[in-house]
């Protein structure tokens, strides 16, 4: 008996570039972009369009985040200034697509999911002020530390906490907003 396999059309998958916001002053608030955070980001911009091939169509997706926002508009201009130097050909949605599945890691006080750029360290000594159990110490130790880091990512990341919502779940809010479909 001879078998022909099937023949299988090949099939593109979407490459997907995950990228952290430019540098910032702090972490304190919602900051723009550093001067350096702004030249850094159109070079992440520039050296990405050395991996697109042609025909390519580039989307960009970002959380609302002020920093996050500048950052996905900064490495789009510095692809298409790579790209308009003639690299290769290809197209370059317009709107960066804002959408809050791509927002920071969700921090827990007294129950309630907050962004981490909320003023939640106050909120947990308020809390920790106003009733002052276990848990709500462990919720202010756990503030201060993220708070306190040089890098408040480094932090959440390398200390699993019932006060910070788990990478595992912020990986899933990404796939699910990136790849709503599998």
């Known amino acids: ?40 980001s159109l070079a992440v911009g520039r050296e990405l369009a050395s991996h697109i091939r042609s025909e390519e169509q580039i989307s960009f997706f970002s959380s609302p985040s002020l920093r996050a926002r500048q950052t996905a508009a900064l490495i789009r201009d510095g692809i298409l200034e790579a790209l308009s130097a003639g690299m290769v050909a290809a197209t370059v949605s317009a709107p960066i697509l804002v959408d809050d599945r791509l927002k920071n890691n969700l921090i827990f006080v007294g129950g309630v999911d907050y962004d981490p750029i909320e003023p939640l360290l106050d909120m947990a000594r308020w809390q920790l002020h ?8 462990a919720c202010a130790a756990f503030m201060a530390g993220f708070w306190g880091a040089p890098d408040p990512v480094e932090y959440w990341l390398t200390r699993p ?8 779940a912020v990986i899933e809010r990404t796939r699910a907003c990136l790849w709503p479909t599998i």
Do not use: W
Not at 130 to 137: L, M, V, Y
């Open 161 to 168: 906490s019932e006060f910070a919502e788990s990478p595992a």
């Open 1 to 40: 008996m001879n078998l022909v396999p099937p023949k299988v059309e090949p099939t593109l998958s979407p490459i997907v570039h995950l990228v952290r916001h430019g540098r910032i002053p702090d972490y304190m608030t919602d900051r723009p972009l550093t001067v350096e955070g702004k030249q850094d």
């Open 130 to 137: 106003e009733n002052p159990a276990a848990h709500n110490e």
